[in-house]
């Protein structure tokens, strides 16, 4: 099984339940992998033949960035949806971390799995 992934994707976000939270943007930080056969796109060079993971991230960003979810983990399943309907992705894993969330510096989120791996 191949796995296409990027980290660190920090995205600025309406998320939270608390009223401050409704009033201000916060960041969320996303680690997405991705199983996709590469073998095609090994084989010509071609990046037709893979899952860009440009285009992806820029999908993910907009979409968070137009979000207003109450929780994390409605957010969480709405991006893995989206990456393995638009992407034809057969499997995600994603990790959101809503860092500072219950104190300054403190990581703190939820990581799911999505499909069935390869």
């Not at 920090?10 to 680690?31: A, C, F, K, P, S």
């Not at 990581?107 to 390869?118: A, M, Q």
């Amino acid at each position: 099984m191949d796995i296409i992934f990027f980290g660190g994707l920090e995205i600025d976000t309406l998320i939270g339940i608390y009223e401050w939270e409704r009033q201000q943007r916060q960041t969320i930080i996303l680690d997405v992998e991705m199983a996709f056969d590469i073998q095609q796109a090994a084989a010509t060079d071609d990046i037709q033949f893979t899952l860009d993971y440009k285009t992806v991230s820029d999908r993910i960003i907009n979409f968070v960035k137009a979000s207003e979810c109450l929780l994390v983990e409605r957010l969480i399943v709405e991006i893995a949806e989206l990456i393995r309907s638009e992407f034809n992705v057969p499997w995600v894993k994603i990790t959101l971390n809503k860092k500072g969330a219950i104190g300054t510096g403190i990581d703190v989120g939820i990581r799911i799995e999505r499909g069935n791996k390869p």
